[in-house]
């Protein structure tokens, strides 16, 4: 790993095409100039509350998983701030875009959904902690990337730019430290159990959470089709 800063680097590194496809994904563009329909965000919000439940289900394994007391108690305070801050935001931004907590919490879950979440659930229940947060990193840590390459963009934030909340949210000085802390838990992680002979096993888990977060995008961006 001598010629990456981290773990995440290197995995990232490894499966550009995918990365690509995620990170400069058409509905994360549309976020950027502005133009991405409305019906195609409400849903989107809707379905990224649904996967902060089982975001929450992940740290709760997490923290069952963990080799010690303080991974533990570092799992448990990623919980907590999920079933509680988190959650509460998410329906606050709900709320702004005219979704009520009730019409958010009772929706269905799109298979999309269904399937980056139980991908990461079966990958942290089927391996160990590495396991989970490899399947997890495309979210904690890709999103601070995106917000900050999209606040960096002539429209990005600006004032006509109905997304611009939601870009200055993941481009700012918080979330950034959520995502710094998520890569050093990573290899923090790596240097507890990972070995050359695992790690195509590992890069695979990635490549793979990456494409179903390029799938949750897209989710959001065929509601209007």
């Known amino acids: 790993m001598s010629a990456h800063s ?14 690509k496809s995620y990170a400069e994904h058409p509905f994360v563009e549309k976020m950027a ?27 709760a394994l997490a923290v069952y998983k963990a080799p010690n007391l303080e991974l533990m108690r570092g799992c448990l305070g990623g919980l ?41 659930l079966e990958a942290g229940q089927a391996g160990d902690l590495l396991d989970l947060f490899t399947a997890l990193a495309p979210c904690m840590i890709g999103y601070a990337e995106i917000g ?3 606040s960096r963009l002539p429209n990005g934030l600006a004032d006509d730019n109905p997304y611009k909340v939601w870009i200055g949210e ?3 000085d918080g979330y950034l430290e959520v995502a710094n802390n998520a ?5 923090r992680l790596g240097e507890m159990s990972l070995t050359e002979v695992r790690y195509p096993c590992l890069l695979e888990l990635f490549r793979q959470a ?13 509601i209007s089709d």
């Open 183 to 187: 890569k050093t838990m990573l290899d």
């Open 148 to 150: 900050t390459r999209l």
């Open 170 to 172: 993941y481009a700012a």
């Open 80 to 120: 907590t701030a999920i079933l509680g801050e988190e959650m509460h935001l998410h329906l606050k931004l709900c709320k702004e875009w005219g979704l009520s907590a009730e019409e958010v919490e009772s929706a269905p879950e799109a298979k999309a959904t269904m399937a980056y979440t139980r991908y990461v």
């Open 33 to 59: 100039d502005g133009s991405l329909p409305r019906e195609c965000f409400q849903h989107y919000l809707i379905q990224d509350y649904l996967f902060l439940i089982h975001f929450a289900r992940a740290y």
């Open 210 to 222: 990456t494409r179903l977060e390029a799938d949750f995008w897209q989710m959001g961006l065929d």
């Open 6 to 19: 981290s773990l995440f680097d290197r995995l990232k590194s490894d499966s550009l095409p995918e990365w």
